[in-house]
């Protein structure tokens, strides 16, 4: 099984994370699974930019981008070449290492803060 990597984020992982992840998983749904609690505003359908990550390594074993994807990121904050909505970036083979931006363009948090 691949691993993700999630590299310490201030707020939603602190010490960075590996995660083992299954063959056909998102990696927003691999997160969330483990406590990872990254945004998804859209209910994973592909209609925001919250759960934007930028992709440091494994990018090429991803699933290829999609035009509806490639329009919704950019828009993302923090635009990257290797950036992918993690709701539409599916787990292949290869292990992972993903950034969470500091930062969404979140209008409309799921989240009570």
Not at 2 to 24: D, K, T, Y
Not at 45 to 68: F, W, Y
Not at 74 to 100: H, M, T
Request: overall charge negative; hydrophobic content about 40%; some cysteine.
């Amino acid at each position: 099984m691949p691993n993700i990597i999630f590299l310490p984020h201030a707020v939603l992982c602190p010490e960075g994370a590996v995660v083992e992840a299954e063959q056909g998983e998102s990696v927003c749904d691999v997160a969330l699974r483990v406590g990872i609690d990254i945004e998804h505003a859209c209910e994973k359908s592909c209609a925001c930019t919250t759960c934007h990550i930028i992709v440091r390594e494994g990018i090429e074993s991803l699933n290829e981008m999609d035009d509806l994807e490639a329009d919704m990121l950019d828009k993302a904050w923090g635009l990257e070449p290797d950036s992918r909505l993690s709701c539409q970036a599916i787990v292949a083979d290869e292990d992972l290492v993903v950034e969470i931006p500091k930062y969404t363009i979140n209008h409309a948090s799921e989240k009570n803060h």
